[in-house]
């Protein structure tokens, strides 16, 4: 088999990068969304209990107690990050799956135009 020209090798390095890539953004997007419904299902408990209920909220290896409000608060304010967080990394999805796309058309058109470039290659 003949040496791929360096601009195929590094098309192929790019596209190998790029799928590491949305692999790593879609993990994380994936986790993000775990520690959403984690969030959101602890914010419907918090906000069953009455006013005056004892709640606590876990610093680090401690349980601190804390207010019904301010946790409620906190916990809002968690998951709005991470819903922003979550939109962000499936915009960044959306970008690099188009871009593997835009890489992919490239790296097969210029396999095909080696391919017909060669002498008894798809000659049918």
Known sequence: MEQLPPQLQHQLAQFQQLQQQAEAITTQRLQMELQ???VARALDEVQKLGEDAEVYRSVGNLLI????DDVEKELKERKE????RI???KRQEEKVASRLKELQ???QD?????TRGSPGVGAG
Do not use: M, N, Q
């Open 36 to 38: 959403l419904k984690e």
């Open 65 to 68: 107690k804390s207010t019904r």
């Open 81 to 84: 990050t991470l819903e922003l």
């Open 87 to 89: 939109s962000t990394l």
């Open 105 to 107: 058309v490239k790296i």
């Open 110 to 114: 210029a396999i095909r135009s080696r």
